[in-house]
């Protein structure tokens, strides 16, 4: 037997935001090639590289900011920035992952100049109780895709990446979104791998422990979408109070 | 919740992650079989990442098309600002870009001519020597410097050794710029 193992997939690309590519000339070359032109001053290389990855690279930094204007202006800068700075550029990785850390320094170092949160770290003791985690697979029917398309799970689900700590989110959405690795995310963080690991554990633990109401109050669109009635819900949490 | 319990938990994530050796990968992956909690926590990850991921995707595709093209007008032109003026402008740039080979070249000039010097003044003394039976000594460099290009966090730099009567020196010549890796 075996088991789906998520998000081992370094590369962490998600179809519908990493090739918005245009239908010009350009659109088929690859990234190293556009590099080159662009540094020779080809204009339309790197605007293909932009319409490339802006998306994917909007979707990190407002993960990480959570606030839409700002996550726009970190994308912005951090083009300008990658076009500056394209001939430090040395082809060794990507061009996608030398932009998303230039995206993620970016974005750190605006949490940090734009705080409008108190950065405190969860009291993460208090999320040791067990039990939690096993409850997403039943709020979602084990089709999570689907769920995405009720408004009030996404909007939970948005609530509850707004009140993770600034770290914890960083972690989860490199993790989630880009698929790295922790030793790449502790090198993109400057900290150690063991604390990723330790923010990351506490990081999606809190996610699950904040999305448990989504199980207690399913809305009537959700429950239509994974074809469930409201007693199937309470069926299931009776099974759940009863197996703990 | 025990500790042991937690270690697993860990080890569960690390295993999603893919963050275990192959050999870990597959004795955990035996453990699995025999544990539903284990894998329910397993899907459980899986479920999270989905959600969490898909939730980003679908703010990203929300943001209207026209947002982001005027954030390439605004990139296009914060380019063109950047772009060197000019003949003298673009020699500048030309410059700035290729600093630490100029230095490097210069130095390594420098270092020829020095050592030509040198050898003439030596030469000259030889032959100075040879009327007045007097050995004079080279007072300079024994040997060419040898120069290497450094790659700093904060700029770029060159490293030059000197052989001398004095012995070793070493210069470090560090050029702090506003690199891509200090943002």
């Known amino acids: 037997m075996s088991y789906n193992r998520p998000g081992v997939n370094k590369a962490g690309q998600r179809a519908s935001i990493q090739a918005h590519g245009r239908s010009g000339t350009t659109s088929n070359v690859d990234d190293h090639d556009l590099v080159l032109a662009a540094r020779k001053g080809d204009r339309d290389a790197f605007k293909t590289l932009f319409e490339r990855y802006h998306r994917r690279a909007y979707a990190l930094a407002f993960g990480v900011l959570r606030h839409q204007d700002d996550a726009l202006d970190v994308v912005q800068d951090a083009f300008i920035k990658a076009h500056k700075y394209l001939d430090k550029f040395e082809g060794n990785s990507s061009f996608y992952t030398w932009l998303y850390r230039i995206v993620m320094n970016l974005a750190i170092d605006h949490l940090r100049k734009h705080r409008r949160v108190k950065p405190v770290e969860l009291d993460e003791s208090r999320i040791e109780d067990g039990g939690e985690n096993t409850l997403l697979p039943r709020i979602l029917g084990g089709n999570p895709t689907r769920a995405l398309m009720d408004k009030q799970i996404r909007t939970r689900i948005d609530q509850a990446l707004d009140e993770l700590s600034e770290n914890h989110r960083a972690v989860l959405v490199m993790r989630e979104l880009e698929g790295l690795s922790y030793e790449e995310m502790a090198h993109t963080m400057g900290c150690s791998k063991g604390t990723i690991m330790s923010r990351l554990f506490h990081a999606r633990k809190n996610m699950q422990k904040r999305l448990i109401d989504l199980v207690e109050n399913p809305s009537k669109e959700l429950l239509d979408e994974l074809g469930m009635k409201p007693e199937d819900v309470e069926d299931d949490d009776a099974a759940a109070s009863g197996a703990r | ?183």
């Open chain 2, 1 to 183: 919740m025990s500790k042991p319990e937690r270690k697993d938990d860990l080890e569960l994530m690390q295993y999603a992650d893919g963050e275990l050796d192959e050999r870990e990968a597959d004795a955990f992956a035996k453990d699995l079989e025999g544990d539903a909690d284990a894998r329910t926590k397993l899907e459980s990850i899986g479920q999270l990442h989905e959600l969490v991921g898909g939730s980003l995707q679908a703010s990203a595709d929300a943001v209207p098309d026209l947002k982001f093209a005027a954030m390439w007008r605004e990139v296009n032109k914060a380019i063109d600002e950047e772009a060197p003026k000019g003949i003298f402008g673009r020699v500048a740039a030309w410059l700035d870009r290729h600093r630490g080979h100029v230095i490097t070249g210069m130095v390594s000039a420098g270092a020829v001519a020095a050592i030509a010097l040198v050898m003439r003044t030596n030469q000259d003394e030889t032959t100075s020597a040879s009327r007045s039976s007097i050995e004079v000594l080279p007072a300079a460099m024994r040997t060419a410097p040898v120069v290497e290009s450094l790659d700093t966090p904060d700029g770029s730099g060159t490293v030059m050794n000197f052989e001398d009567e004095d012995g070793h020196t070493t210069v470090i010549w560090v050029t702090p710029a506003d690199t891509v890796e200090g943002i």
